[in-house]
C-alpha cells in the first residue's frame, strides 16, 4: 500500500514562529501536493511539485514557501506563523504524469496562537 | 473547471445501497468525475472516476448519465465504516500536476 506520513499529528506554535511541516511518501511518487483544509472553504492547494527541485505555486501560496530537495520529500514552510494559518494541513502524493489519483496522508492540525 | 452541486447530507441504513449524487452541468468534454472520500479525522481516499462509461472497482460503482451533466456514486452494501464526507470533483486528465478542486461534499452517515 501507498504510504504517505506527515510529521506531527498535531502542532500548535506561536505567532512570528517559523514553521516546518514534513511529508514523506514511500512509493517512488513524482507528484506531490500541499493542502489547507477549513470548515466551508473545502480543501484548497497551497503548493505542488512534479519534481525534484521543481514546484508550482498553487491557488494561496501566500506566507508559504516549499521545498523538495529528494523525491520522496516536500516540506511546507511557514516562514512566520500567523494565527489564520491555523488549519489542517494535508500531504498527498500521486505515481506520475499520467495519473491522475491522489494518495493523502493522514494530516497535521496547525495552531498558531 | 466545471463546478459540481452534491446534498450536504444523507443517510443510509447499514447493509443498504448508498447512491449519492452529484450534478455536474457544464462539464466539458474532456473533464473527467472524480470521487473521493473523507473518514473523520484521516486524509481524503479515492474512490473512483470516469468520463462517459460506467466504472466499478471493489469499493464502489460510478454511473455518469449519456449527457454527463451528472453522476451517481453507488456503495452497493453500506457498511458502519462507510461514514464520511463524499466529494465528487470534476477535472481535466492532466499530464503533470493535476489540481484537485475539493467543495464540501456530502456527509453520509450509515445508520444501524
Known amino acids: 500500500d501507498v504510504k504517505v506520513t506527515q510529521s506531527s499529528r498535531y502542532l500548535v506554535k506561536r505567532t512570528g514562529e517559523k514553521v516546518f511541516l514534513e511529508c514523506v511518501q514511500d512509493?517512488?511518487?513524482?507528484?506531490m501536493f500541499w493542502y489547507r483544509q477549513d470548515p466551508g472553504l473545502g480543501l484548497r492547494l497551497i503548493y505542488f511539485s512534479y519534481d525534484v527541485k521543481m514546484k508550482e505555486k498553487g491557488d494561496i501560496p501566500e506566507g508559504y514557501s516549499v521545498s523538495r530537495e529528494k523525491k520522496e520529500r516536500f516540506s511546507l514552510i511557514l516562514e512566520s506563523a500567523s494565527t489564520n494559518q491555523t488549519s489542517m494541513y494535508l500531504c498527498a502524493s500521486s505515481p506520475g504524469p499520467t495519473y491522475n489519483e491522489q494518495f493523502f496522508g493522514p494530516g497535521t492540525r496547525l495552531t498558531v496562537l | 473547471d466545471a463546478k459540481t452541486t452534491q446534498p450536504t447530507s444523507m443517510d443510509c441504513a447499514e447493509g443498504r445501497a448508498a447512491n449519492l449524487p452529484c450534478n455536474h452541468s457544464?462539464?466539458?468534454?474532456?473533464?473527467?468525475v472524480y470521487w473521493y472520500r473523507q473518514i473523520h479525522s484521516q486524509g481524503p481516499q479515492y474512490i473512483i472516476h470516469g468520463l462517459k462509461n460506467n466504472e466499478t472497482n471493489e469499493m464502489a460503482s460510478l454511473i455518469i448519465t449519456e449527457d454527463r451533466k451528472s453522476s451517481t456514486l453507488i456503495l452497493p452494501h453500506a457498511t458502519l465504516r462507510d461514514t464520511a464526507v463524499y466529494y465528487c470533483?470534476?477535472?481535466?486528465?492532466?499530464?503533470?500536476?493535476?489540481?484537485?478542486?475539493f467543495g464540501e461534499g456530502t456527509q453520509l452517515t450509515v445508520n444501524p
Open positions: 512509493m517512488d511518487h513524482e507528484n
Open positions: 470533483i470534476v477535472r481535466v486528465f492532466e499530464t503533470s500536476g493535476s489540481r484537485l478542486t
Open positions: 457544464t462539464i466539458s468534454g474532456n473533464e473527467y
